[in-house]
């Protein structure tokens, strides 16, 4: 299982990941799941992706080698003119993978299954999210749903329902994802550190820092801390229960 979210702000995109993979309970290892392709000056592109790990990978290479080839008659990810022409290009490659992995039927493929959240910007158009799911389809990121999660998402969701601004700074957002992480973290051992972050200023056309940020890191420890103190300081400061 993984934990990755994408939230777009007034002021552009904030992308979190962890990095846990495990095939079983003493099973677990460090995987990178966000990726990212750019054309300085021109386009900005992030992929996060969760479920199977060989066909999260094979994803990737194939995007990525792909990306490499000049074709007229099959524009890659960095000649596409729009993300949403992006998006058709990794939804489609997705249910390749997915097909190509299972030979048996549907209830191959459902082994197989993976997900993946893209963002970015392409000069002309704005920042924007899609979450694409397995059978290659996809939506986009509106005002009313303005973040995806994919992965362990129910644990960390409800903080971000109740604190999310489109106004914020990019270092509220990134407290607000921590503690969104971290709630799952504590809930759910199929979910780690190290995380992945990456924020994405609006029209930039390029990403100049990728932190990761691991366990004995001074911040995460202060967020994760100091929110489980003010949540049971929250508790104590509600009224009892008192029968009738």
């Known amino acids: 299982m993984t934990y990755c979210v994408g939230l777009r702000l007034n002021k552009g995109l904030v992308f979190m990941s962890d990095t846990r993979t495990n095939a079983g309970v003493d099973n677990f290892s460090v995987t990178r799941k966000m990726f990212t392709w750019d054309v300085p000056g021109e386009r900005v592109i992030t992929l996060m992706t969760a479920g199977n790990l060989a066909t999260t990978q094979a994803l990737i290479s194939l995007l990525d080698e792909r990306s490499k080839i000049v074709s007229e008659r099959n524009p890659t990810i960095l000649e596409q003119p729009t993300m949403f022409q992006i998006a058709r290009i990794v939804g489609a490659t ?10 048996d039927g549907q209830e191959a493929s459902s082994k197989f299954r993976a997900s993946v959240i893209l963002g970015g910007q392409i000069k002309g158009g704005q920042p924007t999210l899609f979450l694409i799911y397995p059978e290659g389809n996809f939506i986009e990121i509106t005002e009313d749903s303005p973040f995806f999660q994919i992965g362990e998402a129910k644990y960390g969701k409800p903080i971000l329902v109740r604190a999310y601004d489109p106004d914020m700074s990019f270092e509220d957002t990134i407290k607000l994802l921590l503690v969104s992480f971290d709630s799952t973290i504590k809930a759910n051992l199929s979910v ?4 992945d972050l990456q924020v994405y200023v609006s029209d930039s056309f390029e990403v100049t820092d990728k932190p ?3 366990a004995d890191d001074e911040y995460y420890q202060a967020i994760s801390s100091g929110w489980g103190e003010a949540l049971r300081n929250a508790l104590m400061q509600l009224p009892s229960y008192r029968a009738d």
């Open 192 to 195: 780690g550190l190290p995380l």
């Open 212 to 214: 990761r940020i691991e």
């Open 94 to 103: 997705l249910k390749e993978v997915i097909e190509q992995s299972a030979s």
